[in-house]
């Protein structure tokens, strides 16, 4: 099924708008590109997942962000946001990444997650049954996944990863006020956060959720940055 993907990219210049539109043209199922400069948005439309188009814009050497997607005859389906904290009993909380959920039709989702600051090496991520940070990992409860298991792995090298997939696994209203956790290594205990609903395609575009001052962008580029938000 056609899709647009809107997403919010690091441009500054006309050439990087020739760039964008270079390198996604060579992306398969891509149909249509529309590039705004001045917003600083690119929406491609056509069957090309969100992560195939993400991943070839941030191989340009640019940051990017998915803002959302939705049919191309208009609508949003679901969309929702994890913002990582790092938490012990001892009350240590520190703001290290984001997750960001959006659902591509009844079946898919589409998981794009950045983070900064823990130790290299691959870690596990998981969805967890609570959405309760008072004693992490513990109060978030057991693995809600369905089949009892890791979604993936985030790879992170020189303190910094992402990773963007689709999955059946879940669909995003089903994790609604539940929770994601990454194991951050020995040293770093366990990354967490809430997972909570946000604006999706055509909605509003620059609020991560209502309970964050904080745009996409900024978190982003904050997460990019290696800052502690």
Same mark, same amino acid.
């Given at each position: 099924?056609?899709?647009?993907?809107?997403? +919010?990219?690091?441009?500054?210049?006309? &050439?990087?708008?020739?760039?964008?539109? *270079?390198?996604?043209?060579?992306?398969?199922?891509?149909? #249509?590109?529309?590039?705004?400069? /001045? /917003?600083?948005?690119?929406?491609?439309? =056509?069957?090309?997942?969100?992560?195939?188009?993400? #991943?070839?814009? #941030? /191989?340009?050497?640019? &940051?990017?962000?998915?803002?959302?997607? *939705?049919? &191309? &005859?208009?609508g949003n389906i679901g969309a929702a946001v994890c913002i990582f904290e790092e938490g012990s009993a001892m009350g240590n909380h520190a703001t290290r990444g984001l997750a960001r959920f959006v659902q591509i039709d009844e079946t898919t989702c589409f998981v794009d997650i950045s983070v900064s600051g823990i130790s290299d090496g691959a870690h596990g991520i998981a969805i967890h049954e609570c959405g309760d940070m008072s004693q992490v990992p513990e109060s978030c409860g057991g693995r809600w996944n369905p089949d009892s298991v890791e979604l993936d792995r985030l790879?992170?090298? /020189? *303190?910094?990863?992402?990773?963007? !997939?689709?999955?059946?696994? !879940?669909?995003?209203?089903?994790?609604? =006020?539940?929770?994601? +956790?990454?194991?951050?290594?020995?040293? =770093?205990?366990?990354?967490?956060?809430?997972v909570a609903r946000s604006a999706g395609l055509f909605e509003n575009d620059k609020q991560v959720c209502a309970c964050s001052g904080n745009t996409l962008w900024t978190e982003q580029r904050l997460v990019d940055q290696g800052h502690r938000l």
């Open positions: 099924m056609p899709i647009k993907v809107q997403l +919010a990219v690091d441009m500054t210049c006309q &050439s990087c708008v020739d760039d964008i539109n *270079g390198v996604l043209g060579t992306v398969p199922g891509v149909d #249509k590109i529309d590039i705004s400069l /001045d /917003d600083k948005q690119v929406m491609v439309e =056509g069957t090309a997942t969100p992560s195939s188009i993400l #991943k070839a814009i #941030k /191989d340009t050497g640019r &940051s990017a962000v998915v803002r959302g997607t *939705g049919s &191309s &005859s208009g790879v992170v090298k /020189d *303190g910094w990863g992402d990773l963007a !997939f689709e999955t059946d696994r !879940f669909k995003v209203w089903e994790i609604i =006020g539940r929770s994601m +956790a990454i194991n951050a290594g020995s040293e =770093g205990g366990v990354l967490a956060g809430v």
